[in-house]
């Protein structure tokens, strides 16, 4: 079975500075990893995902992730947010055999301040 | 297209009382996703349904059924409803991309059982 754990519930940042949110998996298999964003009162939309090869994937809006196997690890980076990226964001992860299931983690608010 | 669409946005229950909500997709995926999401937990899979006439329990089922109408529709029911069912509800879908399975999410529904 896999879980996923997001260590911040809340992030609170000021425009154009940089940010990390932070998501660890655990897995006994393979893994497939996303990160999906939901902004005010709207359902989620894929920002990035790691299937395999290089472990920097980048997304939309700038965000890119890390795949860091030896910590089971996937953080979500941006150098320099924007008031328009506040929203919450979900880690999610699924089986290499079973890639129809998501678990997700329990999010991390960002909330950008001007 | 119209993607992943849910009515009602918004209802108000009695405790006891039952309603349906619906769901549409108009991509012709496969597999199509209930979910309900409660702060501090993220989204959960409440059923799940690989392909018309198929449906399967996800991680918290109880109190809910489901009907895979025809490839475009899923719907929900809660023939009883309880406070603890107050919550937003997301229908989703899914195609196989790429080797994984793409979900896309509709708006939402917001439950609340008084």
């Known amino acids: 079975a896999q879980s996923v754990t997001q260590l911040d519930s809340q992030v609170p940042v000021f425009e154009e500075a940089p940010v990390e949110l932070r998501c660890n998996y655990s897995s006994s298999v393979s893994v497939y990893l996303f990160w999906y964003v939901q902004y005010p009162n709207q359902g989620l939309q894929l920002l990035l995902k790691?299937?395999?090869?290089?472990?920097l994937v980048k997304g939309i809006n700038g965000f890119e992730a890390e795949f860091n196997k030896s910590q089971t690890s996937f953080h979500l980076r941006k150098p320099s947010v924007h008031i328009s990226d506040t929203a919450e964001y979900f880690c999610a992860v699924s089986s290499f055999y079973n890639t129809d299931k998501l678990i997700f983690g329990t999010g991390t608010r960002l909330q950008v301040f001007p | 297209n119209a993607g992943v669409t849910q009515t009602p946005k918004f209802q108000v229950l009695k405790t006891g009382q039952s309603m349906t909500l619906q769901c549409a997709q108009d991509?012709?995926?496969?597999?199509m996703y209930w979910y309900r999401q409660d702060p501090g937990m993220g989204l959960r899979l409440i059923y799940y349904s690989a392909s018309e006439g198929t449906t399967d329990k996800g991680e918290v089922p109880n109190g809910y059924n489901v009907s895979r109408l025809n490839k475009r529709e899923f719907s929900l029911r809660l023939e009883s409803a309880a406070p603890s069912q107050t919550s937003v509800y997301f229908c989703?879908?899914?195609?196989?991309?790429?080797?994984?399975?793409?979900?896309?999410f509709g708006p939402g529904t917001r439950l609340t059982v008084t």
């Open positions: 991509m012709n995926h496969n597999s």
């Open positions: 989703a879908s899914s195609e196989l991309k790429l080797g994984f399975y793409e979900q896309y």
């Open positions: 790691y299937l395999s090869g290089s472990t």
